[in-house]
């Protein structure tokens, strides 16, 4: 089912069920932490990006979280980590996660 109304993919579950998008967008901020920690070379920008994976975990335990926000953390994430080949994986399963939530209302894609 698709709200239009709100630009965002609207899932139905039984009641007390966990969205399954949460649940996916968890378990995929998870292993990217779990990646993100055992990677052992040096990061400039390691602490932006586990903080912003610690802003992620708190969107998350509200339950469905905004796409917007759930994108800039994404964002910050990328700019961080992005050029990482080890944690491009783990960092493609956080965006498709992420992508499930829609697209923020007022966005339009290009192609």
């Known amino acids: 089912m698709r709200s239009d109304a709100v630009g965002q993919r609207a899932i139905r579950v039984a009641d007390g069920a966990e969205d399954p998008r949460v649940a996916g967008l968890s378990a995929s901020v998870a292993r990217l932490r779990a990646e993100l920690d055992a990677y052992p070379a040096r ?10 994976l610690d802003a992620l975990d708190t969107q998350v335990a ?13 964002l910050l994430i990328v700019a961080a980590v992005g050029s990482v080949s080890a944690l491009a994986e783990a960092l493609s399963s956080l965006r498709n996660a992420i992508e499930l939530f829609g697209e923020p209302s007022g966005f339009r894609r290009v192609n």
């Open 43 to 52: 990061l400039h920008d390691r602490q932006a990006a586990e903080d912003e």
């Open 62 to 74: 509200g339950g469905a979280p905004a796409a917007e926000g759930l994108r800039h953390s994404l």
